[in-house]
């Protein structure tokens, strides 16, 4: 268990509709990722915040943005939403407060199946 | 330049045997090489990392072999094990908090 939560574990929504995904990090981390894992493209960075703030962007798309609030968990809001959206999206943490790490956590991931 | 190529993309390997995945990438600026193992409906976990300034790193049957030069890393396991039977992805980051660019994935499969 990485210690990072994601909720929720399957998600089936239908084309043109909008799902928000839950990431809580691992206790203390302040930073948090967001990737898309397909059958076609892989493991793709999306959009990374630290300690509230976004730090780096991705291959997002427009229809996708991300927030990371004071508690430190992030979500992942997902609009518009095409069938070529289905795919795993997985969120990792790291760097503890007052820590240096290299280390990304992953959490189990949320499948997203878009019908 | 931000690509991170890997090969093979499936691997069989007998019980006991060395599983070799490879990886190569084009951008000097990446200063941070992790391998990370992901099994069928669970999420990738870091199995191993290693840095520029070190050409090899061993933790137990898995090693990092790296060469600088040729911009390339590999990752050895050793007397491998039916357990090791999943996908395992290779990844740069340019420093510690960047993000990671990984590599298409081997997918190993260990047979008794």
């Known amino acids: 268990d990485s210690g990072v939560t994601q909720t929720p574990k399957h998600l089936i929504t239908a084309t043109g509709q909008r799902v928000t995904l839950r990431c809580s990090p691992r206790?203390?981390?302040?930073?948090v990722y967001w990737y898309q894992q397909s059958l076609d493209q892989g493991l793709q960075f999306l959009i990374q915040?630290?300690?509230?703030?976004?730090?780096a962007k991705g291959n997002i798309l427009e229809r996708f943005s991300a927030q990371q609030f004071p508690d430190l968990h992030s979500e992942l809001n997902l609009s518009s939403l095409e069938l070529g959206d289905s795919a795993l999206y997985f969120c990792?943490?790291?760097?503890?407060?007052?820590?240096?790490?290299?280390?990304?956590?992953f959490g189990p991931g949320t499948r997203l199946t878009v019908l | 330049q931000q690509q991170v190529k890997q090969s093979p993309q499936s691997l069989i390997v007998q019980k006991g045997g060395i599983s070799i995945i490879n990886c190569a990438y084009e951008n000097t600026a990446f200063d941070y090489f992790p391998w990370y193992q992901q099994f069928p409906g669970k999420g990738p976990a870091l199995l191993i990392a290693?840095?520029?300034?070190?050409s090899e790193k061993k933790e137990g049957r898995f090693t990092i072999s790296f060469n600088k030069s040729a911009k390339q890393f590999s990752l050895h396991i050793m007397d491998s094990q039916p357990g090791d039977s999943a996908t395992y992805f290779c990844?740069?980051?340019?420093?510690?908090?960047?993000?990671?660019?990984f590599g298409t994935g081997t997918r190993l499969q260990v047979f008794p």
């Open positions: 206790s203390g981390d302040l930073s």
């Open positions: 915040y630290y300690n509230g703030e976004e730090r």
């Open positions: 290693i840095r520029p300034d070190v």
């Open positions: 990844a740069a980051s340019r420093y510690n908090t960047d993000k990671l660019i």
């Open positions: 990792a943490s790291s760097v503890p407060v007052g820590g240096n790490t290299d280390t990304q956590y």
